[in-house]
């Protein structure tokens, strides 16, 4: 079945660092690939999309590509704030499911 | 918009209770999620619904749990009899769309404790 691996547990960068936190996914079919990001005592929200191959989600400064060749939708931002301290999800999406990942605590030092 | 609405915001119940989650999707749209989330399990989708009709409901745990969608601005979802192991976060989604892939929109969540 579908299936979505993301970095486990906890990143803590510090402010103004890069940041990577890897997403791969497993499915035999056309997905369309999603962030959202959960902040404490909230619902997770959409916080970028990427609906085929090749396509660049952007938002906030975070960058996502979906890389078919590689089965990947890594999550990327050149240089983190305090304020992006959050849970991220990566998921998947098609017409059978949608699956999310076991998410990554971000919490920035400042 | 008030978003999608989820009450009560915080459930505390004893083991062998019946507990009943609601959730007031937002207006128009035609697909609706109840999701459950675990430190250990992450975020479980339980069942699906669009035009309140229930797609797929494989991700329900057991006869304990059951949903329903009486209508395109409400659901339940209801445990009976509720055990200590429920005690999770259980999320509402709603989506314009007939697909999963569409965007979701959380509710802010109940925090179910069974003791």
């Known amino acids: 079945g579908d299936s979505v691996v993301q970095t486990e547990g906890q990143v803590l960068p510090s402010e103004g660092d890069s940041l990577i936190v890897n997403c791969s996914y497993e499915?035999?079919?056309?997905?369309?690939l999603f962030w959202y990001v959960q902040y404490p005592g909230e619902g997770p929200q959409l916080h970028l999309k990427?609906?085929?191959?090749?396509d660049k989600g952007r938002n906030k400064g975070f960058e996502a590509m979906y890389r078919k060749e590689t089965t990947s939708f890594h999550l990327e931002k050149d240089s983190v704030q305090e304020s992006d301290s959050a849970v991220y999800f990566c998921?998947?999406?098609?017409?059978?499911?949608?699956?999310f990942g076991a998410g990554t605590r971000l919490t920035v030092k400042p | 918009d008030a978003g999608v609405i989820q009450s009560p915001r915080h459930e505390v119940t004893e083991m062998g209770q019946e507990v009943t989650l609601r959730c007031k999707p937002i207006?128009?749209?035609?697909?609706l999620f109840w999701y459950r989330q675990t430190m250990m399990r992450g975020l479980e989708l339980l069942i699906y619904?669009?035009?309140?009709?229930?797609?797929?409901d494989s991700g329900m745990p057991e006869d304990r749990f059951s949903a329903k969608m009486p209508n395109a601005s409400f659901s339940t979802l209801k445990i009976q009899p509720s055990e200590p192991r429920d005690s999770a976060v259980y999320f509402c989604?709603?989506?314009?769309?007939?697909?999963?892939?569409?965007?979701?929109?959380f509710g802010s969540g109940t925090q179910l404790s069974v003791l």
């Open positions: 998921a998947l999406g098609n017409n059978n499911d949608m699956r």
């Open positions: 619904f669009n035009n309140n009709v229930p797609i797929d």
């Open positions: 990427a609906m085929k191959a090749n």
């Open positions: 989604a709603s989506s314009l769309g007939e697909g999963r892939y569409e965007k979701l929109f």
């Open positions: 207006s128009g749209h035609n697909s």
């Open positions: 499915t035999t079919q056309y997905p369309s």
